[in-house]
């Protein structure tokens, strides 16, 4: 008689745990392929570079080439690391243009491991490239941040941008 109760309360628990477990993975997983070329995997199935970009207040130039992109809204912050290829005096005025200001080597906001760790998932190699600036936006009331480097190597500059969007 024990043993019968012993088994009916471990298959109780067991039952229990196997729902636990799957309630805990019931958001999308990370590895969801979006379909976009330009997105990196990681990146939200759902979301369109598009609507992403007008969602952070982010105009990509015009002569922007080898754009990728990786974003999620499925936690708070609503993120997007982006980075492309510009001419190096358009990747200036894009910083200018998103409002951002460029930031002195005594600069606080700047989040230089942050955008390291992006460098990688966008496969640029640091040791190709000069910083030609880095670039922030201060916190609004909202808590919406941004922040972005000038990458500048013999031909073209690179640029890099991570935006923050709280709800």
Same mark, same amino acid.
């Given at each position: 008689?024990?043993?019968?109760?012993? +088994?009916?309360?471990?298959?109780?628990?067991? %039952?229990? $745990?196997?729902?636990?477990? !799957?309630?805990?993975?019931? !958001?999308?997983?990370?590895?969801?392929?979006?379909?976009?070329?330009?997105?990196?995997?990681? %990146?939200?199935? %759902?979301?369109?570079? =598009?609507?992403?970009l007008?969602?952070? +207040?982010?105009?990509?130039? *015009?002569?922007?080439?080898?754009?990728?992109?990786?974003?999620? @809204?499925?936690?708070?912050?609503?993120?997007?690391?982006?980075?492309?290829?510009?001419?190096?005096?358009?990747?200036?005025?894009?910083? &200018?243009?998103?409002?951002? &200001?460029?930031?002195?080597?005594?600069?606080?906001?700047?989040?230089?491991?942050?955008?390291?760790?992006?460098? +990688?998932s966008?496969?640029?190699?640091?040791?190709?490239?000069?910083?030609?600036? %880095?670039?922030?936006?201060?916190?609004?009331?909202?808590?919406?941040? *941004? @922040? !972005?480097?000038?990458?500048?190597?013999?031909? *073209?500059c690179?640029?890099?941008? $991570?935006? =923050?969007?709280?709800?």
């Amino acid at each position: 008689m024990d043993m019968d109760l012993n +088994r009916v309360g471990a298959c109780f628990l067991l %039952t229990l $745990l196997v729902d636990a477990l !799957g309630a805990c993975s019931s !958001g999308p997983p990370l590895t969801d392929h979006n379909p976009d070329p330009r997105a990196l995997p990681g %990146t939200a199935p %759902t979301l369109k570079l =598009d609507n992403v970009l007008a969602d952070h +207040r982010i105009s990509l130039p *015009k002569a922007a080439s080898g754009v990728k992109f990786k974003s999620r @809204m499925d936690n708070d912050p609503y993120w997007l690391e982006l980075a492309f290829s510009v001419d190096c005096a358009q990747g200036s005025a894009f910083f &200018e243009k998103a409002g951002l &200001e460029r930031q002195g080597d005594d600069g606080d906001l700047y989040d230089e491991a942050r955008v390291e760790e992006s460098e +990688r998932s966008f496969g640029i190699e640091p040791s190709r490239y000069s910083v030609r600036g %880095t670039y922030v936006k201060a916190p609004d009331e909202f808590r919406n941040c *941004k @922040m !972005g480097a000038l990458l500048a190597d013999a031909d *073209k500059c690179q640029v890099i941008i $991570l935006s =923050d969007r709280y709800n």
